[in-house]
C-alpha cells in the first residue's frame, strides 16, 4: 500500500468571488492540502479504526482502509490582508482578498501584507511561508523574510502579482493549508483619458532668484559660466502633456496659425507667436507625429495618459498658446527643477538618480532591452517629484523650452530668455529621457538644444503661464 501517493491527498479549492464593481484586478483563490489525511505515519496519530467504526472522513472510507479520524484535527486557515500604505500598527491592513482597496497600486509603491489571522482550528501554532511572483514568474523579495507574519513588497511594474501564504500548523497531523490572489499593479492614476485632473493640473512656482547654471568644476561647458537668474511667479503644468491633451487640440485646433504676440511671456517683449510660424494645419501635425511614431496613436487607445512626443518646437508652442499658454523660458525650468534657491542637483533634491525618481535608460520594465513599456503614464515616479510639485522633470521626455539654443554670457537674467535666432533654429530642451542612460543629463542644469523644427521620440514639453493678478 503506498500512503504517500497523490491521490491519497484530499484536496479542496474554493474560489472567493471579488464583490461586484471592484472584481477585474482581484482574484483570489484558497487552497488546502491536507497531506497523508488517512494512513501515512498512521500510529503517531490519533486514529479510529473505521473497519466497522463508520466514523471515516468519505476518502478513505471509498478505499476501504483502516484511517485517521481527520475530524478532530482540521486543517489551518490562512487568512491575507494587506495595506497600500505604511500600516499604523500591527491591525492596520484593512485591505483582503474580498476587500479590495478603491484604487490598485502602482508601480514603485510598496504593498503590506499580513498573516495575522491566520489560524489553526484547534489552536496550535502555525508558522507562514510567503511568495510574491511578477507576470514573467519572477519572485520578488519580501522585507523582512518570507517567513514573517508581516512583510512587504514593491512591485516594479505595472502587471499582475501572485502573491500566496501557505500556513502549517506546528505539530498534530502538520496539515498545510493556502491562499493565494492576484493583485494587479496599475499605472499612476493620472485620468486614463490623458487629460482630466489631475493630468492637466498646474502646480504654482514663487518668484524668486537663483544662481543657474553648473559651477567652474561641474557640469559641461555650456552651463557655465554659473550666473544669478530671476523669475517672476508662474504655473507650469505639473505632467509633461499626454497623448490625449494633444489629441484634444489637434480635434479643435481648426486654424493653421495664430495671432502676431500670442503665446507671449508677459515680461519679455518679442517673446510670443510669429506669423511667419503660420501655416502648419492640425492634419500635418498629425501626419508628422504619425511618421514619427512614439506614444502616439491615430485613434484614442492605452497610451492617451503617456507624454506626447514627437512634436516640434513649434507644434509644442501652439499646444500651449491653445491652452492659453506658452513654453516655459530656459530659466523658468531650471527655476522650477532646481528648487529655486535650494540649489537642488536634481529636481527631487541631491540624491542620485534611481529608477524610482526618474524614468530613464529603458529601465523602466526592468529589462534591459528598449521598448514601449519604457515610458509609462506621465506622473509614474512619484518619488522623483519636484519642490514645487512638478513630475518628471526629469526623465520621461525632453523639454522644449521657449529659449533659443546658445552659450551663458554671464550676465544677470531678470525675467530673461534667448530669443536671437541662430541658422540652425535650435531651441533648448531639458531634462533628460526615457531612453538615455546618463544619469548626468537629468540634473536640473543640463542642457541641450536642436533644430526646432525636428520631431523626435524623446522630445515633448510642458506649458506654463503668468498667472493674473487676481489669481495669484
Ligand atoms: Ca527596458
Ligand atoms: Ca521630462
Request: charge should be negative; aromatic fraction near 10%; include cysteine.
Amino acid at each position: 500500500m503506498d500512503t504517500g501517493s497523490p491521490d491519497r491527498r484530499l484536496k479542496r479549492a474554493a474560489k472567493i468571488q471579488p464583490p461586484g464593481g471592484s472584481g477585474f484586478w482581484v482574484h483570489a483563490m484558497a487552497t488546502l492540502v491536507l497531506f497523508d489525511g488517512c494512513l501515512s505515519d498512521i500510529a503517531s496519530k490519533p486514529s479510529l479504526d473505521c473497519v466497522g467504526g463508520g466514523t471515516c472522513d468519505a476518502g478513505c472510507a471509498q478505499q476501504g482502509d483502516a484511517c485517521a479520524q481527520v475530524t478532530v484535527d482540521l486543517p489551518p486557515v490562512p487568512r491575507i490582508r494587506f495595506q497600500l500604505q505604511t500600516p499604523r500598527d500591527d491591525g492596520d491592513y484593512p485591505y483582503a482578498p474580498t476587500i479590495p482597496p478603491l484604487d490598485a497600486p502602482t508601480p514603485r509603491s510598496t504593498v503590506y501584507l499580513s498573516a495575522a489571522d491566520s489560524s489553526d482550528p484547534e489552536g496550535k501554532a502555525i508558522s507562514v511561508f510567503w511568495n510574491v511572483q511578477d507576470s514573467t514568474g519572477r519572485y520578488l523579495s519580501l522585507d523582512p523574510n518570507p517567513g514573517a507574519f508581516r512583510v512587504s513588497f514593491s512591485p516594479s511594474f505595472v502587471g499582475s502579482y501572485a502573491i500566496t501564504l501557505e500556513v502549517l500548523e506546528q505539530g498534530g497531523l502538520r496539515q498545510i493549508a493556502q491562499a493565494m490572489f492576484t493583485l494587479v499593479v496599475l499605472a499612476h492614476p493620472c485620468a486614463a483619458d490623458g487629460y482630466s485632473p489631475p493630468c492637466s493640473d498646474e502646480s504654482a512656482v514663487p518668484g524668486g532668484t537663483f544662481m543657474a547654471g553648473s559651477a567652474d568644476d561641474m557640469g559641461f561647458a555650456n552651463e557655465r559660466p554659473r550666473h544669478s537668474a530671476t523669475v517672476a511667479p508662474f504655473l507650469m503644468d505639473k505632467y509633461e502633456v499626454t497623448v490625449g491633451r494633444f489629441r484634444r487640440f489637434l480635434d479643435a485646433y481648426a486654424d493653421a496659425g495664430f495671432a502676431e504676440g500670442a503665446g507671449a511671456h508677459p515680461l519679455i517683449s518679442g517673446s510670443g507667436w510669429q506669423s511667419a510660424w503660420d501655416g502648419e494645419r492640425s492634419s500635418d501635425i498629425r501626419f508628422s507625429i504619425s511618421e514619427c511614431g512614439g506614444a502616439w496613436t491615430p485613434d484614442v487607445g492605452d497610451s492617451e495618459a503617456r507624454p506626447i512626443g514627437c512634436v516640434t518646437w513649434y507644434q509644442a508652442f501652439a499646444f500651449c498658446i491653445w491652452e492659453g499658454k506658452r513654453l516655459p523660458t530656459e530659466a523658468e525650468w531650471e527655476y522650477a527643477a532646481s528648487g529655486g534657491d535650494e540649489q537642488r542637483t536634481y529636481p527631487w533634491g541631491n540624491d542620485p538618480p534611481s529608477q524610482e525618481r526618474a524614468v530613464y535608460g529603458c529601465l523602466f520594465d526592468g529589462l534591459m532591452q528598449c521598448s514601449d513599456a519604457d515610458l509609462p503614464p506621465v506622473g509614474s515616479v512619484p518619488a522623483g517629484a519636484g519642490r514645487f510639485g512638478h513630475l518628471d522633470l526629469a526623465g520621461s521626455l525632453w523639454e522644449w523650452t521657449l529659449d533659443v539654443s546658445g552659450t551663458y554670457t554671464g550676465e544677470a537674467c531678470d525675467n530673461c530668455a534667448n530669443l536671437a535666432v541662430a541658422a540652425d533654429e535650435a531651441r533648448v530642451f531639458r531634462g533628460g529621457d526615457f531612453k538615455f542612460d546618463d544619469p548626468s543629463s537629468l540634473r536640473s542644469a543640463f542642457r541641450y538644444g536642436f533644430d526646432a523644427k525636428f520631431p523626435d521620440q524623446v522630445r515633448g514639453f510642458r506649458c506654463a503661464r503668468t498667472p493674473t493678478p487676481s489669481a495669484q
